[in-house]
């Protein structure tokens, strides 16, 4: 920034020239104020410090710091420009969700974030150690999207999703995906009645509230196709007619990691439809001898009703966390955040496909769940990174020559989201 213009280098536009005016004293240059560069990792490495596993983070462990409004003091750098006048009208605040006065929350929507947290305590009671993945299908729930559950064998992805439904009061059913499944078996078919002398339509297990499609990846791309539609429309079509499926509706998918003969992988286009991709690792040992135990003092993942796993929410309450949740308000800067780490994926050198406008709208529908269910009604940068690993990570494709590297999509992504300004 020049310094100010002192009255003795003024031009000066008279005809005659007037007594020069004594000097002024000197005015000392104002350094300009910037802020420190961001430390980003090269994309293709770990970051330093990125953010944590899905698993891990908050999701787990009891949510991020609470948001403690915006700063109040005078700013800390110095201003970069010469004085401006002083405002004429009152002072304005920016148009920005943290700005704005956040809308009190209404007793049915504390009620029903009441009644939904309480969920993760009873599924507690059958599923030991997973409770990030109880509340990723949660938030699935809350945003009208579709999870995809993957583990390997006997990590009880089947039993959380069955114990989920008997705690949420919803109705659910399990298909088992083998080759030679037809696309009809799960949407249903047109049946000849002898009794009227004419077709009628018969149900297919897609007819439900929470669907178990179980080892999606072995049944033929045909039959997996056929779930694309009841997906994204929430509407099957048979013989030219849709048919609404009932509200709410979501696709739990499992699928194994470690066996692949025999088997048909999502492709991308189909991976992208799941809002949430969820890893159930295996449990630790104080939790693995818990589940031994429990089984010594009789628990039967059949009886559910038995292991004491009653109703503690109902669709009511979803419906109602799921309007709360499109109340919740996003900043600008968040909205850039979000955008800013998609456009830093598509840019990594080790990736052939980077997130797409659908996984920006999905981290931002997942990061609002987020918010709401930790009692706030809007998004700070701690959501949006507490749901990007397992929002994104299915999303991304890499090179083969980074896959021969060595290079895993979740280090890829760590780098991206570390390279990417966190709004302040």
């Known amino acids: ?79 970069s420009g010469p004085p401006s006048s002083p405002p004429s009208g009152p002072p304005t605040l920016r148009k920005d969700a943290t700005h704005q006065p956040q809308p009190r929350p209404t007793p049915q929507d504390e009620s029903a974030r009441d009644a939904l947290l309480k969920v993760r305590a ?55 995906f083998t080759p030679d499944l037809m696309p009809g078996d799960i949407t249903g078919s047109l049946i000849f009645d002898v009794k009227t002398s004419d077709f009628a339509f018969r149900e297919g297990p897609v007819f439900t509230n929470l669907l178990l499609a179980d080892e999606i990846n072995r049944t033929p791309p045909k039959t997996q196709a056929s779930l694309l539609e009841a997906m994204e429309e929430r509407q099957v079509s048979v013989e030219g007619q849709p048919r609404p499926l009932p509200q709410p509706f979501m696709v739990a998918a499992t699928q194994n990691p470690v066996e692949y003969e025999g088997t048909y992988p999502l492709p991308e286009a189909q991976l992208d439809r799941f809002l949430l991709k969820v890893v159930l690792q295996v449990p630790g040992r104080d939790d693995e001898i818990e589940v031994v135990q429990r089984h010594a003092r009789g628990f039967d993942p059949r009886d559910l009703g038995a292991a004491g796993i009653t109703a503690v929410a109902g669709p009511d309450d979803l419906a109602a966390g799921a309007a709360a949740v499109r109340r919740v308000q996003v900043a600008p800067e968040i ?18 496909l980077g997130v797409s406008p659908r996984g920006a709208t999905a981290l931002l529908a ?33 090179r083969p020559e980074a896959e021969l590297e060595g290079v895993s999509v979740d280090s890829v992504l760590a780098s991206a989201i570390g390279s990417v300004p966190v709004p302040r």
């Open 122 to 176: 009873e599924v507690a009671k059958a599923v030991v150690g997973q409770d990030a993945a109880i509340s990723g299908i949660i938030i699935c729930l809350l945003s009208r999207g579709h999870v995809l559950l993957e583990g390997v064998p006997g990590v009880a992805k089947t039993l959380l999703v069955r114990t989920l439904a008997k705690a949420l009061s919803i109705d659910t059913k399990r298909v088992q």
């Open 335 to 352: 909205a850039s955040y979000i955008v800013d780490i998609a456009r830093a994926t598509r840019q990594a050198p080790s990736l052939s």
């Open 366 to 398: 997942t990061a609002r769940a987020w918010a709401w269910m930790n009692g706030r009604g809007f998004v700070t940068p701690d959501d949006v990174k507490a749901l990007a690993q397992a929002t994104l990570a299915h999303r991304l494709s890499l």
């Open 1 to 79: 920034m020049t310094d100010p213009m002192t009255p003795s280098e003024a031009p000066w536009h008279g005809e005659h020239p007037e007594p020069p005016a004594p000097p002024a004293p000197p005015v000392p240059p104002t350094p300009e104020w910037r802020p420190a560069p961001v430390q980003a990792a090269p994309v293709g490495q770990a970051a330093p410090a990125g953010p944590p596993a899905y698993g891990a983070g908050p999701l787990a462990s009891g949510g991020p710091p609470a948001y403690t409004g915006p700063p109040t003091g005078p700013p800390s750098g110095p201003p």
